[in-house]
């Protein structure tokens, strides 16, 4: 494998491996509450603090890997693009309007994760809102399924294709760099 692959593969890995994680932790988020819904566990303190932990993980990841894409990959290849640079007509026509569609996907993926808070906040006060809670999860599963498939098999693979060994490597040397303490301040 050469250098352009190993940069190729190493862009679309981190990217990919940051999809898996944010799905990873709201899936064991939707076990714990399906373990109510099927009468294993009951909503105590102690449930309600280990679904708080998970989504606290949950957008740790999330605020990380959206900051990555929003503040290095989206303006990065924005940026290449209206410079005209060789190879960049595919992905001109391709990028118009999918980092929009994208970041319109994280702000729904964020909106679900205010309404979980906001549904758990209501349990922990003694309302009956856990289907509601399961609902919201699979909702937001969903949604984020489809946002890291179509970003792992169609956004990632043309940024890929068409930008040059440099510009992949000036964009994957930025995203190793940005966001490492957005977590921090988010959590």
Do not use: Y
Request: some cysteine; overall charge negative.
């Amino acid at each position: 494998m050469g250098e352009l692959d190993m940069i190729r593969e190493s862009v679309l890995d981190d990217l990919r491996r940051e999809h898996e994680a944010v799905l990873a932790r709201l899936r064991a988020l939707i076990e714990e509450v399906e373990r109510v819904e099927k009468g294993r566990e009951e909503w105590t303190p102690e449930v309600l603090d280990a679904c708080r932990e998970r989504v606290r993980s949950l957008r740790k990841t999330f605020v990380v890997h959206r900051c990555r894409e929003e503040v290095g990959l989206f303006p990065d290849v924005e940026q290449l693009v209206s410079q005209g640079a060789p190879r960049v007509d595919i992905l001109r026509a391709f990028f118009a309007g999918e980092a929009d569609d994208d970041i319109a996907a994280h702000v729904a993926i964020e909106e679900r994760l205010k309404e979980i808070d906001a549904l758990l906040e209501r349990l922990s006060l003694g309302d009956e809102v856990g289907a509601a809670l399961g609902g919201t999860a699979r909702s937001m599963a969903d949604l984020l399924t489809r946002h890291a498939s179509k970003e792992n098999t169609e956004v990632f693979p043309m940024m890929v294709r068409v930008l040059s060994e440099e510009q992949l490597a000036e964009v994957a040397k930025r995203l190793a760099d940005l966001c490492g303490d957005a977590a921090e301040a988010e959590g």
